[in-house]
């Protein structure tokens, strides 16, 4: 059994087709994998196959859209039995159409293709699962095909695919103020730090907001709004982390702090800085 696994992409895609490496444009384009077994020529009725099977397991974070199968340029989807189960595409044969002659192109040879339409389920379960470097979401495949005909069985992996799904850089602003400018010693002093991303259609994953209070400051409260986030608190140090900024979304992180008299006629300075892991 020879066969190939071929990356088709979408024309929304703007990328190349029935290549084994590519890059999607964006996490909202699908592309498709082709599972491709050709039926070699002269195949004569004594050695039709008795099954047929053609598999491919899809990574968990990706949707499965459709699965079609061709042979030639004939869509012949009705004449196999088609599960989904588990992301595991497996396409079976069914009877009727391996003893059709057209199937084995009447002893001409036919190129049978299982073609799968894929998309990113979710951006951030991709992420989670170890498929983000270096600006793309990164996913490799393999299909399979099994062939059983006069009780032999014949077996094969295809060739490895990596396609490259491009995931949008999100530009995140950080602005701070203080309550007051001047204040006296026992004095609760109040800053307010707000994160957003300002990329229309690029989330920012995973961002992470960070500020050293001066040790002229006691922290009493650090409180989040606006996104869900977390936040800790190690001496000065202020840590806080949001799984997801959407466009136009802020983060508000507000600190609360008692001036010690360390502080007393001095002018005290910080900055806070936010970055996100896209």
């Not at 384009?29 to 004569?44: L, R």
């Not at 079609?68 to 039995?81: H, I, K, L």
Request: hydrophobic share 30%; charged share 15%; aromatic share 8%.
């Amino acid at each position: 059994v020879s066969d190939t696994d071929n990356i088709k992409y979408d024309k929304t895609a703007g990328a190349e087709t029935d290549v084994t490496q590519n890059r999607v444009e964006s996490a909202a384009n699908a592309w498709t994998y082709s599972v491709t077994q050709m039926i070699p020529s002269g195949k004569v009725e004594k050695f039709y196959y008795d099954s047929f099977v053609m598999s491919d397991q899809i990574e968990s974070c990706l949707q499965i859209n459709s699965v079609r199968v061709y042979s030639g340029s004939d869509d012949v989807t009705s004449s196999f039995d088609i599960s989904t189960s588990g992301n595991n595409v497996v396409a079976t044969a069914k009877s009727s159409i391996l003893q059709d002659d057209s199937f084995y192109g009447n002893g001409n040879g036919r190129e049978i293709s299982m073609v799968i339409n894929v998309s990113v389920k979710d951006v951030l379960t991709a992420i989670e699962h170890k498929h983000y470097s270096n600006g793309d979401l990164t996913f490799t495949n393999k299909g399979h095909v099994t062939a059983v005909s006069s009780g032999k069985t014949c077996s094969n992996d295809t060739n490895q695919t990596t396609t490259a799904v491009q995931v949008p850089l999100a530009e995140l602003t950080v602005d701070k103020v203080a309550d007051k400018y001047e204040y006296q010693v026992g004095d609760t002093v109040t800053y307010t730090m707000k994160v957003t991303d300002i990329t229309e259609g690029a989330p920012a994953y995973y961002t992470v907001f960070t500020d050293s209070i001066p040790s002229d400051m006691q922290i009493t409260n650090v409180s989040t709004s606006g996104v869900t986030a977390t936040s800790s608190v190690s001496g000065q140090n202020i840590q806080v982390n949001a799984t997801t900024l959407n466009p136009n979304q802020t983060l508000t992180v507000t600190v609360t702090c008692k001036a010690l008299e360390s502080g007393n006629a001095k002018e005290v300075y910080n900055t806070a800085h936010a970055t996100c892991m896209n």
